[in-house]
Each structure stands twice: as structure tokens, then as C-alpha cells.
């Protein structure tokens, strides 16, 4: 089987996660104008329409590293390593937007987004002998991660 072009390898990667992403937020979306307005939270709680171009811009950074790691790795089992951390890291972002908006839960939430500051720290580290820049379009994400890691704490605290 031929493996597809690095242009298909990009539009994949960007699109996919774009769109995965975005699927999440149909739960979001819901739960903000009801639930999510009744919570107590901090005072640096960004305005809600803050949100939805925040995270298409690092959804659109993860998808361009990803592709840049499937597209540029040479070594196929330290690339499929990689992808996989970027696959398990993804997961466990869509996972937070169901748990803490679907199941209103910000307990359970903050559990996830602790491990998901971990499997980002991971996916950095295994994308970053295969494509440095790569790397370093995740530190944005890792940033704006860490910072609603904050938020969710302070709402289980405020709550």
C-alpha cells in the first residue's frame, strides 16, 4: 500500500484534528449557555468567546506537528511511538471537554487535564528528535493546557 503524499499527510493531520476538536465542543457549546454560567469562577477567567479561536489556532499547530512527524520521521518505530503519544494526549483533551461539560463533572475533569499536561510533556519529548519544530509547535498547547489546568482547579475550589 503507498503511503499517502506529505500534502495528504497535512491536510489529514490539520483537518482531523480540527474537526475532532471541534466535535468536542458540541458538548461545550450546550453546557456553557446553561451549567457552566451557573459556576462561581475566578476572576481571571477568560470571556467565553476567548475559547473557540484559542483552540482552533493550537488545534491547528497540533494537527501541522503531527503531520510534520508522520511526514519527516525516519525511523518508522520511533515515529509510530510519537503519533501514538499524540493520539493518547488527543484523547485524553476530548475526553476533558466530555467530562467536565458533558458529565459536569470539574473533579473528574481536573484528574484528566493533570494527566493530560503529562502525555503533552510526553508527545514533546518523542516528537522532538524526529522534527524539533514539530516540538515546539506543542508549547503553545502546552501553555494554554497548563493555564486552564489552573482554571479547572480554581472552579473546583470556587464550587
Given at each position: 500500500?503507498?503511503?499517502?503524499?506529505?500534502?495528504?499527510?497535512?491536510?489529514?493531520?490539520?483537518?482531523?484534528?480540527?474537526?475532532?476538536?471541534?466535535?468536542?465542543?458540541?458538548?461545550?457549546?450546550?453546557?456553557?449557555?446553561?451549567?457552566?454560567?451557573?459556576?462561581?469562577?475566578?476572576?481571571?477567567?477568560?470571556?467565553?468567546?476567548?475559547?473557540?479561536?484559542?483552540?482552533?489556532?493550537?488545534?491547528?499547530?497540533?494537527?501541522?506537528?503531527?503531520?510534520?512527524?508522520?511526514?519527516?520521521?525516519?525511523?518508522?518505530?520511533?515515529?509510530?511511538?510519537?503519533?501514538?503519544?499524540?493520539?493518547?494526549?488527543?484523547?485524553?483533551?476530548?475526553?476533558?471537554?466530555?467530562?467536565?461539560?458533558?458529565?459536569?463533572?470539574?473533579?473528574?475533569?481536573?484528574?484528566?487535564i493533570v494527566l493530560?499536561?503529562?502525555?503533552?510533556?510526553?508527545?514533546?519529548?518523542?516528537?522532538?528528535?524526529?522534527?524539533?519544530?514539530?516540538?515546539?509547535?506543542?508549547?503553545?498547547?502546552?501553555?494554554?493546557?497548563?493555564?486552564?489546568?489552573?482554571?479547572?482547579?480554581?472552579?473546583?475550589?470556587?464550587?
Open positions: 500500500m503507498r503511503s499517502p503524499s506529505p500534502l495528504v499527510r497535512y491536510l489529514l493531520c490539520i483537518f482531523g484534528t480540527v474537526l475532532l476538536g471541534s466535535l468536542s465542543g458540541l458538548v461545550t457549546v450546550q453546557a456553557i449557555e446553561t451549567w457552566y454560567n451557573t459556576l462561581n469562577k475566578p476572576w481571571f477567567n477568560p470571556p467565553n468567546w476567548v475559547f473557540g479561536p484559542v483552540w482552533t489556532v493550537l488545534y491547528i499547530l497540533m494537527g501541522t506537528a503531527a503531520a510534520m512527524v508522520w511526514t519527516n520521521g525516519h525511523d518508522r518505530l520511533q515515529q509510530r511511538k510519537a503519533l501514538w503519544y499524540y493520539a493518547f494526549q488527543f484523547g485524553l483533551n476530548l475526553a476533558w471537554s466530555l467530562v467536565f461539560f458533558g458529565l459536569r463533572s470539574p473533579v473528574g475533569a481536573l484528574v484528566i493530560l499536561l503529562f502525555a503533552i510533556g510526553l508527545c514533546i519529548r518523542a516528537f522532538r528528535p524526529i522534527d524539533v519544530r514539530a516540538a515546539w509547535l506543542l508549547y503553545p498547547y502546552l501553555a494554554w493546557v497548563s493555564f486552564a489546568t489552573v482554571l479547572n482547579a480554581a472552579i473546583v475550589y470556587l464550587n
